[in-house]
């Protein structure tokens, strides 16, 4: 059973900075990257940025690009999400999920999904 396990939310002012963390464990499975993605209350779920294992390539979505960086640790297998300069409209349940090629904002190349951990700044 493969398992992927968020941590790192918390309670943040704006401005302060959090450093999630999605740590893989159980079964074998192939996938392209690790991705993350957030839902804020009442909206959709929205791609944040994702990581490739091979090369290490990373994409983000443009409006967090230069504040959010996505990085791995190989022998941790674990994958983390460096957020600074946080804002009120960060505010989220953020989850890891596995990548398994396609278009790598989508949803549905994600079979595997964490519980989520949730992250909220105040003004």
């Known amino acids: 059973q493969v398992q992927l396990v968020e941590s790192g939310g918390g309670l943040v002012q704006a401005g302060g900075s959090l450093r999630l963390s999605c740590a893989a464990s159980?079964?074998?499975?192939?996938?392209?990257?690790m991705g993350w993605f957030r839902q804020a209350p009442g909206k959709v779920r929205e791609f944040v940025a994702v990581?490739?294992?091979?090369?290490?390539?990373?994409y983000y979505a443009d409006s967090l690009k230069g504040r959010f960086t996505i990085s791995r640790d190989n022998a941790k297998n674990t994958v983390y999400l460096q957020m600074n300069s946080l804002k009120p409209e960060d505010t989220a349940v953020y989850y890891c999920?596995?990548?398994?090629?396609?278009?790598?904002?989508?949803?549905?190349?994600?079979?595997?999904w964490g519980q989520g951990t949730q992250v909220t700044v105040s003004s």
């Open positions: 999920a596995a990548f398994m090629g396609g278009t790598y904002y989508s949803t549905t190349n994600y079979p595997y």
């Open positions: 159980g079964g074998s499975f192939s996938s392209i990257g």
């Open positions: 990581l490739n294992w091979s090369g290490g390539s990373t």
